[in-house]
């Protein structure tokens, strides 16, 4: 199925917004797990269980697999997350940004190798770098576009004659870029201002919105900023938050419990 029509039936059918980020960083995985070779898998994995039917989407990044040699476990992961958990989507969050001959092994490596159903990219090397990646027409391609850091505004931020550099890469993505009707964006919580504003350049397009949970963001201030015209459109990730709530054994209880409020809270501003 189409990356936006399972987004969509998606928020429908678990009524919820929420992304639950996979960054497992094997410092802060429970002590029981330590000894396990495929103690990475065997953490997102309890995690998904517990909290799938709280999710619109998970989306591993996939540093914290490479950074431990664990790419096979990236793939058990995705694989395990279609075969149990059916119709959610799968955002590989890698952020590649490179030549189109490059690109376009980055693509098969997310689509293919993962079987991701959407990856994140930088745009910032323009529509030639992006183009291998619109050719898998039924995956999502979410583009940063204002990101959830500080220094996100050093660049995002300049004037390119009359408007921010963001604000182009919004206009590229809702327009001239969006051949295949696959874009997404990324903006992030911690900024509602710009949310609006991205809002307002691309109608009803997915936003990815990181940064709420342990960067802070608000959530009241993102539903007001981002949601679409019918209360949905945006897929709100928190990781830490909801991966570290337990320490213990019970930690994929303790994870569910967190997106479960983290869905409430979401719902209650929609
Ligand atoms: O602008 C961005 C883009 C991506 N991220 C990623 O989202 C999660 C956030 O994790 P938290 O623990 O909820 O802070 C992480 O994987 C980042 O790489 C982002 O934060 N901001």
Not at 44 to 68: E, L, N, S
Request: hydrophobic share 45%.
């Amino acid at each position: 199925m189409h990356f936006m029509n399972a987004l969509a039936e998606r928020w429908q059918r678990a009524d919820s917004l929420l992304c639950v980020g996979l960054d497992p960083d094997p410092a802060r995985l429970p002590a029981h797990l330590h000894e396990r070779p495929d103690a990475i898998l065997a953490f997102c994995r309890d995690i998904v269980d517990a909290t799938a039917d709280a999710v619109c989407c998970f989306k591993p990044q996939i540093a914290y697999f490479a950074a431990a040699r664990a790419e096979d476990q990236l793939e058990d992961l995705i694989r395990h997350i279609h075969e149990r958990h059916p119709g959610i989507p799968v955002i590989l969050d890698a952020k590649r940004g490179d030549i189109g001959s490059t690109a376009a092994q980055y693509a098969r490596e997310a689509f293919r190798r993962y079987g991701a159903d959407a990856v994140t990219v930088n745009p910032y090397m323009g529509r030639d770098s992006i183009e291998p990646y619109l050719e898998y027409a039924d995956r999502g391609v979410i583009l940063l576009c204002r990101t959830s850091n500080a220094g996100g505004s050093d660049l995002q931020f300049l004037d390119v004659g009359g408007e921010k550099l963001y604000e182009r890469v919004a206009r590229l993505a809702a327009d001239e870029w969006n051949a295949s009707g696959n874009l997404g964006l990324v903006v992030g919580a911690t900024f509602p201002d710009e949310i609006a504003r991205v809002r307002q350049i691309t109608g009803d397009m997915p936003l990815l919105v990181p940064g709420i949970g342990a960067q802070g963001g608000d959530i009241a201030a993102v539903l007001a900023a981002g949601r679409s015209r019918d209360g949905t459109g945006l897929i709100i990730n928190s990781s830490r938050a909801i991966l570290y709530a337990g320490d213990g054994e019970d930690f994929a209880a303790a994870a569910r419990f967190a997106a479960q409020a983290t869905r409430t809270a979401i719902n209650r501003c929609r």
